[in-house]
Each structure stands twice: as structure tokens, then as C-alpha cells.
């Protein structure tokens, strides 16, 4: 039947549009063994961590909070740039509606995560809500579908409704760092208890500035206290 639809409905790799085999999904093999993986996962200090953590001292800083917050373990499955091809991975799934390819990488990445010390006793995995009239235009939220593959891998509780998105923010993509900041702050809460919860993992599909990651984050550490800890894991990772 695989066969018969390839013939009738020929599937393409989503890098270099070549057409798949029988066996290939989403890449070709050529695109495949070439993925541009981050490793962060092996590497409880890296740069996308790094940068996610300045953000959060930053915060802490400049609201004048009292006490340091302990350091956010930060991973993505790939590197994400616009002049490389690759980036049609985290595109297809947040504006080509390829729910099926945004399932099948984060498969990928929670397998990597649920054999990492930094990661495997996440419990709770949470994602970044979209506003409701954009997941209505777009017909789901991207972050959910990731977050639903990593629940699975990491045998936790996915939250999809617990974090909830109060106003709808301008688009982030035109803005600079410091903009996408002020344009997300105080914009989520979490809207219910999350009982026995230990370790949260915040989901979104990239991680550009960590803005609106460090937005869900506040609105977390506000909601649960100190005593839980919080990561946050992407499909990619803006890299320069």
C-alpha cells in the first residue's frame, strides 16, 4: 500500500525536495545524515542554555528579585538558519501545517532527551500557547504537537491548557531582542495547579531570543515556586 501511494502521491524530503524511498521519512538519507543536531542535550551547560539563563538574570535584575534563579537546562534537536535548508523542518510544521513531519522530528529529539541526565526526570511537559485567534487561523499550535511527541517519550503529563497566553502580542519576527521582550512580558499565566509537579519542561517549535520562553518561564515560577525546577526544549535553535 506504502508503495502504491508513493507511486500515486510521490513524497519529497523536505531539505532538498528529492523523492523519498519507501523507506525514508521526511528526509532523504542524503539529508538525514547530514542533520544539523545541536547535542545540547549531552551538555547541560551550552549556548542556547547560556542565553536563555543571561535573559532570566537580566529579568531578575532589572524587576530587582531578591534572589539568583537556578540555572535552566535549555536543548533544541537542530540548528536553525535562513540560508540553510534545514530550516523547512520547523517551517513545515509552523506554517506548511506538516503535523506529521513536527511529530516525527520531536519523536527524535525526546528520544535524545529521555536518555540525558539533564532531562529524563521531566514530569510535566508545558506548552507555549498560541493566542486563541491565531490557533484558530492556523488550526492548532505547533508547540502542542511537539510537546505531545516529548510527553510520550519522556513518559510525563503533557499540560496543553495550563499555560494560558491573556493577550494576543505582536508577531516576534520583525522585532529586536530587547522588543521581544517588552512585547511578551507578563503575557501568560498559568491558569491551574499542576499538583506534584518536579520538573517542567516549557515547549515551543524555535528558540530565537528565548523571550517568549522566558515569558512562559516567569509566569511558572510564579505560579509553582522555587522548589520546581524548569527546563525548556525547542525543535530549533536560532544559530548565527
Not at 68 to 95: C, D, G, S, T, V
Request: hydrophobic share 40%; charged share 25%; glycine share 6%.
Amino acid at each position: 500500500m506504502g508503495a502504491l501511494l508513493d507511486l500515486l502521491m510521490p513524497r519529497e524530503c523536505l531539505v532538498c525536495g528529492r523523492r523519498l524511498g519507501a523507506r525514508e521519512r521526511h528526509l532523504c538519507i542524503w539529508c538525514a545524515a547530514d542533520l544539523p543536531l545541536t547535542y545540547y542535550w549531552e551538555q547541560p551547560h551550552n549556548p542556547m542554555a547560556d542565553e536563555f539563563n543571561a535573559i532570566l538574570e537580566r529579568k531578575r535584575v532589572r524587576e530587582e528579585l531578591p534572589k539568583r534563579m537556578q540555572y535552566a537546562h535549555a536543548a533544541a534537536l537542530l540548528f536553525y538558519h535562513h540560508e540553510n535548508p534545514y530550516k523547512q523542518i520547523p517551517r513545515a510544521l509552523k506554517y506548511g501545517g506538516n503535523v506529521a513531519a513536527g511529530q516525527f522530528f520531536a519523536a527524535q529529539l525526546g528520544r535524545y532527551l529521555s536518555e540525558s541526565e539533564a532531562f529524563r526526570d521531566v514530569d510535566t511537559v508545558i506548552p507555549i500557547p498560541l493566542h486563541w485567534q491565531r490557533k484558530w487561523q492556523r488550526g492548532y499550535n505547533q508547540a502542542d504537537v511537539i510537546a505531545k511527541a516529548l510527553s510520550a517519550a519522556l513518559g510525563a503529563r503533557e499540560e496543553a491548557g495550563a499555560l494560558q497566553r491573556v493577550r494576543r502580542t505582536r508577531s516576534q519576527t520583525a522585532l529586536k531582542a530587547e522588543d521581544r521582550l517588552k512585547n511578551v512580558q507578563g503575557v501568560f499565566r498559568l491558569k491551574k495547579p499542576i499538583p506534584g509537579a518536579r520538573h517542567v519542561l516549557l515547549v515551543d517549535d524555535t528558540f530565537t531570543t528565548g523571550a517568549t520562553l522566558a515569558a512562559g518561564y516567569e509566569a511558572v515560577r510564579t505560579a509553582l515556586g522555587e522548589q520546581v525546577r524548569i527546563s525548556v526544549a525547542t525543535l530549533a535553535v536560532v544559530h548565527a
